[in-house]
């Protein structure tokens, strides 16, 4: 089993940027892939950006070159850099994790993004 909770969500201006935090714990050794997931109301959840264990990392078109996912391994942490926010962006986050034999998921972190 494999525990996630996030943190860094928020409200801020239309342009500004939040950094949210993931860290894991239970069996977190065999976890190779970490990412983050949203949705917003009346929406379906979509992938923002994942990386896994090698570093290679994918981002949804509508966030690349303005979102930074990274992880840290000794730390068994997931971040997400996000710059220059819309207010398209606003949605529930949430990190997720998989460990090839099962999906893991937080609760969920808000971030609003007034214009």
């Known amino acids: 089993q494999v525990h996630l909770v996030e943190s860094g969500g928020g409200l801020v201006q239309a342009g500004g940027s939040l950094r949210l935090s993931c860290a894991a714990s239970?069996?977190?050794?065999?976890?190779?892939?970490m990412g983050w997931y949203r949705q917003a109301p009346g929406q379906q959840r979509e992938l923002v950006a994942d990386?896994?264990?090698?570093?290679?990392?994918n981002y949804v078109d509508s966030v690349k070159g303005r979102f930074t996912i990274s992880r840290d391994n000794d730390k068994k942490m997931v971040y997400l850099q996000m710059n220059s926010l819309k207010p398209e962006d606003t949605a529930a986050y949430f990190c997720?994790?998989?460990?090839?034999?099962?999906?893991?998921w937080g609760q969920g972190t808000q971030v609003t993004v007034s214009s």
């Open positions: 990386v896994f264990t090698g570093g290679s990392a």
């Open positions: 997720y994790a998989d460990d090839g034999a099962a999906e893991y």
């Open positions: 239970g069996s977190v050794f065999s976890i190779y892939g």
